[in-house]
């Protein structure tokens, strides 16, 4: 599906004012893009001196925001929060991880109750680390929180969302997002290119994924459904286990992968972060959008890398 067909599946719907914070990362920097192409207007909140007239300006750290800027906002969607894989979980980086997750959403739910017209939609980011490590169990949006730090952190952010006393709110519980312009997918790559990408502890251990087309287009889908509210699992339907991931990855790259690296180096090398993140097993699927029969470009792993990388090579002359 593209644009253009994700697009048309609402044909009839009006231009929106839309607020975005989290705009500089990898899903919000394209979600902006998309929804201009559609004809929205994107009012961005920035942490740093503003560069576009519309820009809102805010310091989650500190509780400052311009509120007198809030009022008229079809939608709200927040995305801000310092990236979860980057460096060892030591105390003070799950402390920033946390802050920077509840202090930009408690500030956006306490200063949009206050204004006469409230959006119509908050929509905030979480993640399906709110599941914790369940082996080969499938999962949904009506399933348990599992254990652990990061299902700690995802449920006390959704119940920060929830605060907010109109409209509709809905917390998209991305999965693994794929992209060649980063994420986990570049950082990938080098060492698949290599040939010494391979297999992480038994292989096992399922990961859940979204091409980055998907997710913009089921955020979209988001704004647009007034059915979807709550938690929605951003995922394709199709999650694999890492075993499978790494033998794509390295068919569609024509690499080997033949060096796997034991569940010891990897909590050697990565820590915390690395149990949680690479070791860690959930297989989720999209429940809510699958019932609504909204569908997905790239539902295949092998079909959604090939369109990625070949996006992301050098063009012949």
Same mark, same amino acid.
């Given at each position: 599906?593209?644009?253009?067909?994700?697009?048309?599946?609402?044909?009839?719907?009006?231009?929106?004012?839309?607020?975005?914070?989290?705009?500089?990362?990898?899903?919000?920097?394209? =979600?902006?893009?998309?929804?201009?192409?559609?004809?929205?207007?994107?009012?961005?909140?920035?942490?740093?001196?503003?560069?576009?007239?519309?820009?809102?300006?805010?310091?989650?750290?500190?509780?400052?925001?311009?509120?007198?800027?809030?009022?008229?906002?079809?939608?709200?969607?927040? %995305?801000?929060?310092?990236?979860?894989?980057?460096?060892?979980?030591?105390?003070?980086?799950?402390e920033r991880l946390r802050a920077s997750r509840l202090q930009s959403t408690e =500030?956006?739910?306490?200063?949009?109750?206050?204004?006469?017209?409230?959006?119509? =939609?908050?929509?905030?980011?979480?993640?399906?680390?709110?599941?914790?490590?369940?082996?080969?169990?499938?999962?949904?949006?009506?399933?348990?929180?599992?254990?652990?730090?990061?299902?700690?952190?995802?449920?006390?952010?959704?119940?920060?969302?929830?605060q907010l006393p109109t409209g509709r709110v809905a917390m998209a519980r991305f999965?693994?997002?794929?992209?060649?312009?980063?994420?986990?997918?570049?950082?990938?790559?080098?060492?698949?290119?290599?040939?010494?990408?391979?297999?992480?502890?038994?292989?096992?251990?399922?990961?859940?994924?979204?091409?980055?087309?998907?997710?913009?287009?089921?955020?979209?889908?988001?704004?647009?459904?007034?059915?979807?509210?709550?938690?929605?699992?951003?995922?394709?339907?199709?999650?694999?286990?890492?075993?499978?991931?790494?033998?794509?990855?390295?068919?569609?790259?024509?690499?080997?992968?033949?060096?796997?690296?034991?569940?010891?180096?990897?909590?050697?090398?990565?820590?915390?972060?690395?149990?949680?993140? %690479?070791?860690?097993?959930?297989?989720?699927?999209?429940?809510?959008?699958?019932?609504?029969?909204?569908?997905?470009?790239?539902?295949?792993?092998?079909?959604?890398?090939?369109?990625?990388?070949?996006?992301?090579?050098?063009?012949?002359?």
């Open positions: 599906m593209s644009d253009v067909l994700c697009l048309q599946r609402y044909p009839s719907v009006k231009a929106q004012r839309i607020l975005i914070s989290g705009t500089s990362g990898l899903i919000g920097s394209a =979600l902006v893009s998309f929804l201009q192409a559609a004809g929205h207007t994107v009012v961005r909140l920035v942490r740093s001196e503003p560069t576009r007239a519309s820009d809102i300006r805010w310091d989650p750290a500190t509780g400052f925001i311009e509120e007198e800027k809030l009022e008229l906002f079809d939608a709200v969607i927040n %995305l801000a929060g310092d990236n979860i894989a980057a460096g060892r979980w030591t105390r003070a980086k799950k =500030l956006l739910v306490k200063s949009l109750a206050k204004q006469s017209y409230p959006p119509k =939609l908050f929509l905030c980011a979480s993640a399906i680390g709110f599941y914790g490590d369940r082996g080969e169990e499938l999962l949904d949006e009506d399933s348990s929180k599992g254990t652990g730090f990061l299902a700690d952190l995802c449920a006390d952010w959704e119940a920060a969302a929830r999965g693994i997002v794929l992209s060649g312009q980063g994420g986990a997918l570049k950082q990938m790559l080098r060492p698949f290119k290599l040939g010494i990408g391979g297999i992480l502890g038994s292989g096992k251990q399922y990961y859940s994924w979204i091409s980055i087309d998907d997710a913009v287009y089921q955020l979209y889908a988001i704004l647009m459904d007034d059915r979807l509210q709550g938690p929605i699992n951003l995922v394709s339907p199709n999650p694999v286990t890492n075993y499978t991931f790494t033998k794509t990855l390295g068919k569609v790259l024509s690499r080997p992968t033949i060096l796997p690296m034991p569940k010891a180096l990897v909590g050697l090398l990565f820590g915390e972060m690395g149990d949680a993140l %690479l070791l860690c097993s959930s297989r989720v699927i999209p429940k809510r959008l699958s019932a609504l029969g909204i569908p997905f470009a790239y539902p295949d792993l092998e079909q959604c890398l090939r369109h990625l990388l070949d996006n992301t090579q050098p063009k012949a002359d």
